[in-house]
Protein backbone atom coordinates (compact mmCIF):
# COMPACT_ATOMS: atom_id res chain seq x y z
CA UNK A 1 0.00 0.00 0.00
CA UNK A 2 2.89 2.74 0.69
CA UNK A 3 3.74 2.38 -2.92
CA UNK A 4 0.48 3.62 -3.90
CA UNK A 5 -0.15 7.65 -4.88
CA UNK A 6 -3.52 8.88 -3.00
CA UNK A 7 -5.56 8.75 -6.38
CA UNK A 8 -4.47 5.00 -6.34
CA UNK A 9 -5.73 4.37 -2.70
CA UNK A 10 -8.85 5.92 -3.13
CA UNK A 11 -9.92 3.28 -6.23
CA UNK A 12 -7.77 0.38 -4.52
CA UNK A 13 -10.31 0.53 -1.82
CA UNK A 14 -13.45 0.06 -4.21
CA UNK A 15 -10.88 -2.67 -6.01
CA UNK A 16 -11.05 -4.76 -2.66
CA UNK A 17 -14.54 -5.81 -2.98
CA UNK A 18 -14.19 -7.44 -6.62
CA UNK A 19 -10.67 -8.61 -6.83
CA UNK A 20 -9.59 -11.64 -5.12
CA UNK A 21 -6.66 -12.17 -2.81
CA UNK A 22 -4.28 -12.93 -5.56
CA UNK A 23 -5.12 -10.27 -7.44
CA UNK A 24 -4.64 -8.01 -4.77
CA UNK A 25 -1.41 -9.04 -4.23
CA UNK A 26 -0.50 -9.38 -7.81
CA UNK A 27 -2.08 -5.54 -7.77
CA UNK A 28 -0.17 -4.38 -4.69
CA UNK A 29 3.13 -6.10 -5.95
CA UNK A 30 4.27 -4.16 -9.33
CA UNK A 31 6.35 -1.53 -8.60
CA UNK A 32 5.12 1.21 -10.67
CA UNK A 33 2.11 3.14 -10.88
CA UNK A 34 2.19 2.50 -14.78
CA UNK A 35 2.17 -1.01 -14.83
CA UNK A 36 -0.48 -0.98 -12.38
CA UNK A 37 -2.60 0.95 -14.35
CA UNK A 38 -2.16 -1.42 -17.37
CA UNK A 39 -2.79 -4.48 -14.89
CA UNK A 40 -6.04 -2.68 -14.13
CA UNK A 41 -7.00 -2.38 -17.75
CA UNK A 42 -6.65 -5.46 -18.84
CA UNK A 43 -8.47 -7.17 -15.89
CA UNK A 44 -11.03 -5.24 -17.52
CA UNK A 45 -10.89 -5.76 -20.40
CA UNK A 46 -11.61 -9.84 -19.42
CA UNK A 47 -14.90 -8.25 -17.61
CA UNK A 48 -16.29 -6.62 -20.18
CA UNK A 49 -19.39 -8.06 -21.39
CA UNK A 50 -19.38 -6.22 -24.60
CA UNK A 51 -15.79 -6.52 -25.68
CA UNK A 52 -17.26 -5.01 -28.97
CA UNK A 53 -18.01 -1.25 -27.67
CA UNK A 54 -16.36 1.55 -26.69
CA UNK A 55 -17.99 1.48 -22.86
CA UNK A 56 -17.26 -1.36 -20.31
CA UNK A 57 -19.89 -1.50 -18.69
CA UNK A 58 -19.17 -3.59 -15.44
CA UNK A 59 -16.12 -0.78 -14.74
CA UNK A 60 -19.07 1.71 -15.51
CA UNK A 61 -21.14 -0.36 -12.79
CA UNK A 62 -18.50 -0.97 -10.83
CA UNK A 63 -17.18 2.83 -10.03
CA UNK A 64 -21.42 3.91 -9.84
CA UNK A 65 -21.54 1.33 -7.00
CA UNK A 66 -17.94 3.29 -4.97
CA UNK A 67 -19.78 6.26 -5.42
CA UNK A 68 -22.92 5.49 -4.11
CA UNK A 69 -21.26 3.72 -1.20
CA UNK A 70 -19.44 6.98 -0.33
CA UNK A 71 -22.26 8.99 -0.31
CA UNK A 72 -25.06 6.90 1.27
CA UNK A 73 -22.62 5.28 4.10
CA UNK A 74 -19.37 7.75 4.50
CA UNK A 75 -17.13 7.45 6.53
CA UNK A 76 -14.10 9.59 7.15
CA UNK A 77 -11.04 6.64 7.96
CA UNK A 78 -10.86 3.67 5.14
CA UNK A 79 -12.02 2.76 3.24
CA UNK A 80 -14.69 5.65 2.91
CA UNK A 81 -17.81 3.30 3.65
CA UNK A 82 -19.59 1.17 6.40
CA UNK A 83 -20.58 -2.39 6.17
CA UNK A 84 -23.23 -1.63 3.87
CA UNK A 85 -21.35 0.45 1.66
CA UNK A 86 -18.87 -3.00 0.83
CA UNK A 87 -21.89 -5.19 0.53
CA UNK A 88 -23.62 -2.55 -1.74
CA UNK A 89 -20.50 -2.22 -4.15
CA UNK A 90 -20.59 -6.58 -3.99
CA UNK A 91 -23.77 -7.10 -4.75
CA UNK A 92 -25.53 -4.26 -5.80
CA UNK A 93 -29.01 -2.27 -4.31
CA UNK A 94 -31.13 -5.00 -2.19
CA UNK A 95 -34.17 -6.12 -3.17
CA UNK A 96 -35.71 -5.31 0.19
CA UNK A 97 -33.81 -2.92 3.27
CA UNK A 98 -35.88 -2.81 6.82
CA UNK A 99 -34.33 -0.99 9.60
CA UNK A 100 -34.35 -2.06 12.91
CA UNK A 101 -34.72 0.31 16.09
CA UNK A 102 -32.46 -0.31 18.88
CA UNK A 103 -34.24 -1.18 22.41
CA UNK A 104 -33.33 -1.36 26.45
CA UNK A 105 -35.52 -3.21 28.28
CA UNK A 106 -35.40 -5.83 31.23
CA UNK A 107 -34.97 -8.14 28.24
CA UNK A 108 -30.99 -6.76 27.37
CA UNK A 109 -29.70 -4.54 24.40
CA UNK A 110 -30.80 -4.65 20.81
CA UNK A 111 -28.77 -2.98 18.71
CA UNK A 112 -30.02 -0.80 15.91
CA UNK A 113 -29.58 -2.50 12.53
CA UNK A 114 -30.77 -3.17 8.97
CA UNK A 115 -32.03 -6.02 6.94
CA UNK A 116 -31.02 -6.62 3.41
CA UNK A 117 -32.66 -9.27 1.36
CA UNK A 118 -31.26 -10.08 -2.40
CA UNK A 119 -34.37 -12.05 -4.27
CA UNK A 120 -31.47 -12.66 -6.71
CA UNK A 121 -29.84 -14.61 -4.48
CA UNK A 122 -32.07 -15.48 -1.81
CA UNK A 123 -29.55 -14.12 0.46
CA UNK A 124 -30.20 -11.93 3.71
CA UNK A 125 -27.78 -9.65 4.97
CA UNK A 126 -27.87 -8.36 9.14
CA UNK A 127 -26.24 -5.01 10.20
CA UNK A 128 -25.54 -3.70 13.15
CA UNK A 129 -24.72 -0.54 14.73
CA UNK A 130 -22.57 -2.16 17.57
CA UNK A 131 -21.05 0.97 18.91
CA UNK A 132 -23.84 3.42 18.22
CA UNK A 133 -21.70 5.22 16.47
CA UNK A 134 -23.04 5.09 12.93
CA UNK A 135 -21.45 3.07 11.76
CA UNK A 136 -22.81 -0.67 10.97
CA UNK A 137 -20.90 -3.89 10.34
CA UNK A 138 -22.58 -7.20 8.76
CA UNK A 139 -23.00 -10.18 11.28
CA UNK A 140 -21.96 -12.53 8.40
CA UNK A 141 -18.49 -13.15 8.13
CA UNK A 142 -16.67 -12.01 5.19
CA UNK A 143 -15.35 -15.75 4.16
CA UNK A 144 -19.33 -17.36 4.26
CA UNK A 145 -19.97 -14.30 1.57
CA UNK A 146 -19.73 -15.30 -2.07
CA UNK A 147 -18.23 -12.79 -3.27
CA UNK A 148 -19.30 -12.19 -6.78
CA UNK A 149 -16.21 -10.48 -8.53
CA UNK A 150 -16.92 -7.30 -11.07
CA UNK A 151 -20.64 -6.76 -11.55
CA UNK A 152 -22.27 -8.43 -14.73
CA UNK A 153 -24.72 -6.14 -16.19
CA UNK A 154 -28.15 -7.01 -18.39
CA UNK A 155 -26.89 -7.24 -22.43
CA UNK A 156 -29.11 -8.66 -24.77
CA UNK A 157 -31.61 -9.96 -21.98
CA UNK A 158 -29.18 -11.89 -19.88
CA UNK A 159 -28.97 -10.57 -16.42
CA UNK A 160 -26.21 -11.05 -13.76
CA UNK A 161 -25.25 -9.64 -11.11
CA UNK A 162 -27.40 -6.24 -11.67
CA UNK A 163 -30.57 -6.38 -11.93
CA UNK A 164 -32.42 -4.05 -14.32
CA UNK A 165 -31.34 -0.70 -14.43
CA UNK A 166 -29.29 0.80 -11.91
CA UNK A 167 -30.86 4.51 -10.73
CA UNK A 168 -29.19 4.96 -7.27
CA UNK A 169 -31.07 7.78 -5.67
CA UNK A 170 -34.53 7.05 -6.86
CA UNK A 171 -33.22 3.18 -5.43
CA UNK A 172 -32.15 4.31 -2.44
CA UNK A 173 -35.78 6.32 -1.81
CA UNK A 174 -37.69 3.42 -2.70
CA UNK A 175 -36.32 1.19 0.35
CA UNK A 176 -37.08 3.92 2.49
CA UNK A 177 -40.11 3.62 1.26
CA UNK A 178 -40.26 0.36 1.60
CA UNK A 179 -39.18 0.47 4.79
CA UNK A 180 -42.33 2.58 5.97
CA UNK A 181 -44.56 0.40 4.46
CA UNK A 182 -43.51 -3.16 5.10
CA UNK A 183 -41.34 -2.89 8.80
CA UNK A 184 -44.03 -4.94 10.25
CA UNK A 185 -44.84 -7.16 6.95
CA UNK A 186 -41.40 -7.57 6.25
CA UNK A 187 -40.54 -11.38 7.81
CA UNK A 188 -43.98 -12.90 6.67
CA UNK A 189 -43.30 -11.72 3.15
CA UNK A 190 -39.56 -12.45 3.05
CA UNK A 191 -40.90 -16.09 4.53
CA UNK A 192 -43.74 -16.03 1.74
CA UNK A 193 -40.90 -14.90 -1.11
CA UNK A 194 -38.78 -18.28 0.15
CA UNK A 195 -41.92 -20.77 0.34
CA UNK A 196 -42.94 -19.83 -3.31
CA UNK A 197 -39.57 -20.04 -5.00
CA UNK A 198 -38.74 -23.25 -3.02
CA UNK A 199 -42.14 -24.55 -4.52
CA UNK A 200 -41.77 -23.36 -8.37
Same mark, same amino acid.
Given at each position: MARLGPE? *??????LQCVLSE?? &???? @????? &??????????????? #? /?????????? &? +????? *????????????????? #?????? @????????? *?????? $???? %?????? %?? @?????? =???? +? !???? +?? !??? *????????????? /??? /???SVGGSTG =??????? /???? #???? $??? #?? @??? !?? =???????????????
Amino acid at each position: MARLGPEE *RTSFCGLQCVLSEAQ &RMRY @LSLPT &RKERSEWLARFWITH #D /PTPATEENEA &R +VEHER *RVDLARKLFAMTEAPGW #DGRGEI @LIRFGLPTA *RAKTEG $DVST %GGLSLP %GE @LWYYEA =FNMS +V !LFND +VN !LNG *RYAYNVAQRQIKV /PGP /PVVSVGGSTG =FCRGPFE /PLEM #DYNA $DEL #DR @LLT !LQ =FWNELEWTKAERAAD
